[in-house]
C-alpha cells in the first residue's frame, strides 16, 4: 500500500502542531518526517522526536551524497527533510506530514508532484496574533517578528493546491482526513 506526502505549511501560531497531533491521536496512518537540524536541542526536545540532531559534517556529507528532499540554513543552522525516511514513510502506507516554511514548500512541491500541499489560513490576523500572543512563549520582538514573516508567507497561500482556514480545530482535521481519502 503507498502512503501520500502531506506538505504543511502556515504562519507561525496558525496551529500547524495542534493539527498535526490532534489528527495523529485520530488517525495512527499519520505521521510527521522528523527533519534534521545542525541545531543545539533546546530544553526538552527530544532526539529522533523533535528533530535528528546532527553536527555539522554529518549535515553536510548527507546534503552533499542527496539525501534531503530540500534544506536550506536558517541562522546559521542546517535544516533539512530526510528522503529516507521519507520513502519507509510511503512504503509503510502511511501519511507522511511535512510541515514546512514556504520556501522548501514550493521546492518539495516540484520534486515531488504527487504531493498533496496544504496552506492553513488564520481565520483573522486578529485570531493569529490571540494564538501567537497565548502561547506566551515568545518574547515581545520575536512576536512582531512572527507576525512580520506571517505577512510574507500568507502571500504565497495560493500556490499551494489546498487552503484550509483553520477556525474550527475538528473541521480543519476532518478537512485533511477527506483530502488524504480522495
Ligand atoms: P504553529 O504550530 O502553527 O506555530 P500551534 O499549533 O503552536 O501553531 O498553535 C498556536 C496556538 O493556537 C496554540 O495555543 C493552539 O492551542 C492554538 N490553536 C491552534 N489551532 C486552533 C484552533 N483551530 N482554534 C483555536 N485555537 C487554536
Known sequence: ????ILILSGPSGVGKDTVIDTWRARNPRVKRVVAYTTRAP??????????????RPTFDRMAAAGDFLEF???????????????????HQGL???????????????????????????????EELERRIHGRAS????????????????LAAAPQYRHRIVNDDLAA?????????SE
Open 42 to 55: 533546546r530544553t526538552g526536545e527530544t532526539n529522533g522526536i523533535d528533530y535528528h540532531f546532527v553536527d
Open 1 to 4: 500500500m503507498d502512503g501520500r
Open 72 to 90: 536550506k540554513e536558517v541562522h546559521g543552522n542546517g535544516y533539512a527533510t530526510p528522503l529516507r525516511d521519507l520513502d519507509a514513510m510511503l
Open 138 to 153: 515568545d518574547s515581545a520582538a520575536a512576536i512582531a517578528l512572527r507576525l512580520q514573516n506571517a505577512q510574507e508567507e
Open 95 to 125: 501519511i507522511a506530514i511535512l510541515k514546512i516554511d514556504v520556501q522548501g514548500a514550493l521546492h518539495a512541491m516540484n520534486v515531488r508532484p504527487d504531493a498533496l500541499s496544504v496552506f492553513l489560513l488564520p481565520p483573522s490576523y
Open 172 to 180: 480543519t482535521v476532518q478537512t485533511l482526513e477527506d483530502l488524504v
